[in-house]
């Protein structure tokens, strides 16, 4: 016999999800699953790729920052697609106190 209740839970069961968090210091791979109201980690994976350093000063990203970030994201990409993630979230952030 199913409940109703039963029902209602099994609805808010979070597929996998995965955040791509692009900050002025690091690139961070989130992947998150399990019951909606607390999802638990599944993988967690950061690369400091210095993106803001000197960006007030220069004006511009510097060579090397964008080299590495460039390869996080790659990589992060190949682990999305292996992981059967169901949605991913990109966003970015930034901290004054880096630049």
Do not use: H
């Not at 791979?29 to 994976?45: A, D, T």
């Not at 292996?82 to 952030?93: A, D, G, H, K, Q």
């Amino acid at each position: 016999m199913t409940y109703f209740a039963d029902k209602i839970i099994e609805n808010k069961i979070l597929k996998r999800t995965g955040i791509v968090d692009i900050g002025s210091n690091t690139i961070r791979l989130v992947v998150f699953e399990g019951p909606s109201r607390s999802p638990r980690y599944f993988y967690n994976e950061k690369v400091n790729c210095g993106l803001g350093l000197g960006l007030r000063l220069k004006g511009y990203l510097s060579n090397k920052s964008q080299k590495k970030a460039y390869k996080a994201i790659q990589r992060f990409n190949a682990i999305i697609k292996t992981m059967e993630i169901f949605e991913t979230c990109l966003l970015y952030t930034s901290d004054a106190a880096d630049e």
